[in-house]
C-alpha cells in the first residue's frame, strides 16, 4: 500500500519561496506518476503538477508554471514542489498524490493514493 506524507509548508510573504515534499513509501515508483493538487476553502481541489517517475516527463497548470517546479529523487523515493514567487492567491492545503501508469494525467479523481496535505499560507 502507498503513503505519502508531505511537509515543507508554512507562512510566506507574497513573492517568497517555499519547497514542498512528499515522502513515499511502500512501492517502487518506476511505474507512477506523483502529482500535485492543491484546495483552497470553498473551492474544488485542482491540479498543480506532475512529474512522471520513469523519465521525470512534467506537466503544469498555467496557473503556476514559471513559478513552480516539480521533481523527484529516486534515491529518497520523494517528490518535491520548489515554488517560487507566491501569491496570496496560491494560499491553500497541497497534497500529492499518485497514479500507478504513464499518463500524466491533471484530473484529481484519477488519482489513486493521497498524502494527509500541507497548509501553505501566503500573506500579502
Known amino acids: 500500500q502507498v503513503q505519502l506524507v508531505e511537509s515543507g509548508g508554512g507562512l510566506v510573504q507574497a513573492g517568497g519561496s517555499l519547497r514542498l515534499s512528499c515522502a513515499a513509501s511502500?512501492?517502487?515508483?518506476?511505474?507512477?506518476?506523483i502529482g500535485w493538487f492543491r484546495q483552497a476553502p470553498g473551492k474544488e481541489r485542482e491540479f498543480v503538477a506532475a512529474?512522471?517517475?520513469?523519465?521525470?516527463?512534467?506537466k503544469y497548470a498555467d496557473s503556476v508554471k514559471g513559478r513552480c517546479t516539480i521533481s523527484r529523487d529516486n534515491a529518497k523515493n520523494t517528490a518535491y514542489l520548489q515554488m517560487s514567487s507566491l501569491k496570496p492567491e496560491d494560499t491553500a492545503v497541497y497534497y500529492c498524490?499518485?497514479?500507478?501508469?504513464?499518463?500524466?494525467?491533471?484530473?484529481?479523481?484519477?488519482?489513486?493514493?493521497w498524502g494527509p496535505g500541507t497548509q501553505v499560507t501566503v500573506s500579502s
Open positions: 511502500g512501492r517502487t515508483f518506476s511505474n507512477y506518476v
Open positions: 512529474i512522471r517517475w520513469s523519465d521525470s516527463t512534467t
Open positions: 498524490a499518485v497514479r500507478r501508469g504513464l499518463a500524466v494525467y491533471t484530473t484529481s479523481s484519477l488519482m489513486d493514493s
